[in-house]
């Protein structure tokens, strides 16, 4: 596709540089990174509703957004991923911490210390 071709909203999510991932990258392989990388800022735009889609390959990718149909391309597999990983990391820090453990006011045994 030609630049001349893309309406100006979407340029300006296109050229937008660094994408911010919200989540650890560990898990991506380095396609999903470098797609993400490149197209992040643009599929999040779209995602949200800032952009209009204008052609069905963006129609698609919504609809994978909003789980209706399952990914097919790089970038919409690498949004589910995306998307997953940003949710288990929010859940993760959003867990209570573990209850302490009770000890009811006891003073350990110290079999060191003890005579018998």
């Not at 300006?12 to 660094?18: D, E, H, V």
């Not at 898990?27 to 949200?48: R, T, V």
């Not at 949004?79 to 867990?95: C, D, I, M, Q, S």
Request: net charge negative.
């Amino acid at each position: 596709m030609n630049t001349s071709d893309i309406p100006a909203d979407h340029l300006i999510y296109l050229r937008r540089r660094p994408f911010a991932f919200g989540c650890s990258t560990a898990i991506f392989p380095a396609e999903e990174l470098e797609a993400l990388s490149e197209y992040g800022n643009w599929l999040e735009a779209l995602a949200s509703g800032s952009i209009r889609p204008v052609s069905p390959e963006q129609d698609q990718f919504l609809k994978v957004d909003r789980e209706e149909s399952e990914p097919s391309t790089v970038c919409e597999r690498a949004w589910v991923r995306l998307k997953g990983r940003r949710e288990y990391e929010t859940e993760e820090n959003l867990a209570p911490p573990p209850e302490p453990k009770k000890d009811y006011g006891m003073v350990e045994f110290d079999a060191d210390r003890c005579w018998w």
